[in-house]
């Protein structure tokens, strides 16, 4: 949860920064084309992106971490994802053509990675996000021995 809520957090801060500039040039700046009416209320634009962000960091990651769920079971990997409409997709192990588990910086600091499995068919790869670093790994081995001996003939 740490991850997702510093990820907002920097893509606000960049974006209020934007909008700051953006407040400044158009209040400072002899730009004719701008009305008068938006420059006297330029800072406005920062300050409702501001409460807008905040708003959206106090309250994403834990509604993201409520609604997401995963489960690996002997044969299928289960993953819920979904704020409003909800997405239940189940990969069958023995489909299974790639395991990878990735960890960016951000996650290396929080010691969480991401695993993501993949099919052949388009709507078969599924992705879990957030899972403790070595889980992760263990789990994407035990994925990769488990899909070779699951493998049968059907294509």
Do not use: C
């Amino acid at each position: 949860m740490g991850v997702w809520t510093l990820r907002l957090l920097f893509g606000s801060v960049l974006t209020l920064a934007l909008f700051s500039a953006l407040a400044w040039g158009a209040s400072t700046l002899p730009w004719g084309w701008i009305p008068t009416w938006a420059k006297d209320r330029a800072w406005l634009l920062p300050v409702l992106y501001l409460v807008y962000a905040l708003s959206k960091v106090a309250i994403v990651p834990s509604w993201r971490y409520r609604v997401h769920r995963w489960e690996v079971t002997d044969d299928v990997i289960y993953t819920r994802t979904g704020w409003v409409s909800r997405s239940w997709q189940l990969v069958p192990v023995n489909r299974l053509q790639t395991v990878d588990h990735t960890q960016g910086w951000l996650e290396r600091v929080f010691d969480v990675a991401t695993l993501e499995v993949q099919t052949a068919s388009y709507a078969g790869s599924s992705t879990i996000e957030g899972l403790d670093a070595e889980e992760a790994r263990r789990l994407s081995e035990e994925l990769a021995v488990r899909a070779g001996t699951l493998r049968d003939d059907a294509t």
